[in-house]
């Protein structure tokens, strides 16, 4: 079956760094995209990776090892705003889109 | 770019009342249209997918007839909930992709539905 593991909550420190991992194990892979949903918000974007390594965008970064099935979201400066969930969701060979249960945010002062 | 436009944010309605829910691309044309369940604290539910032009295919458990889907335009999909009960309230959230390829999927606002 098609699988895709992430902590369910983590804790952090406003203005430190945090990493929330991803495993997945699909049949097929076409990509691996990141979202942060706020609470009763929609998904928005944040990343992609298709190819190995790391993808930076700001405050931001995402790593992809496609050998080791493994993904992580990296948040630098972390900011109150940054508390909400982030959705791991990976493009298998259909370009179906396989999410994670989410990881839970919680950022304190 | 790629904003998506979802209406209504809010439905509360009576029971056996049918509902639609309109999910538009704004700036760009979606061949590809998905529809979401959330329910509270869960993750997103696929219900169905939908390209400009032909049927839905639903997710495994999700009643075509109850969940009407028709994606009548490359920047058009509604979803209709026919004779809504209670246990239909949740969160819908429908998301717009430019291709077949994997291209983000960029989300509307979401609909919160309450069925009294």
């Known amino acids: 079956g098609q699988n895709i593991d992430q902590p369910t909550e983590m804790t952090a420190t406003e203005g430190a760094i945090v990493q929330i991992n991803c495993t997945y194990q699909?049949?097929?892979?076409?990509?691996l995209f990141w979202y942060q949903q706020h609470a009763g918000e929609a998904p928005t974007f944040l990343s992609y990776?298709?190819l190995d390594g790391l993808e930076e965008k700001g405050r931001f970064s995402s790593f992809l090892s496609r050998s080791k099935g493994y993904s992580y979201l990296l948040l630098k400066e972390l900011q109150m705003k940054d508390s909400a969930s982030y959705l791991c969701?990976?493009?298998?060979?259909?370009?179906?889109?396989?999410w994670g249960a989410g990881t839970k945010l919680i950022i304190k002062p | 770019g790629a904003v998506v436009s979802q209406h209504p944010s809010w439905v509360i309605c009576k029971s056996g009342t049918s509902v639609k829910i309109e999910c538009r691309s704004l700036?760009?044309?979606?061949?590809?249209m998905f529809w979401y369940r959330q329910f509270p604290k869960q993750s997103l539910m696929l219900m169905a997918t939908?390209?400009?032009?032909?049927?839905?295919?639903?997710e495994q458990g999700v009643e075509k007839d109850k969940f009407l889907i028709n994606h009548a335009s490359l920047t058009l999909s509604t979803l209709t909930v026919t004779s809504a009960h209670p246990e239909d309230s949740s969160f819908y959230i429908c998301?717009?992709?430019?291709?077949?390829?994997?291209?983000?999927?960029?989300f509307g606002d979401g609909t919160r539905l309450s069925i009294l």
């Open positions: 699909t049949s097929g892979f076409n990509g």
């Open positions: 969701a990976v493009s298998d060979s259909n370009y179906q889109l396989i």
């Open positions: 939908s390209n400009e032009g032909s049927k839905a295919t639903y």
């Open positions: 700036d760009f044309q979606a061949t590809t």
């Open positions: 998301s717009a992709s430019e291709g077949r390829e994997a291209q983000p999927q960029h």
């Open positions: 990776n298709v």
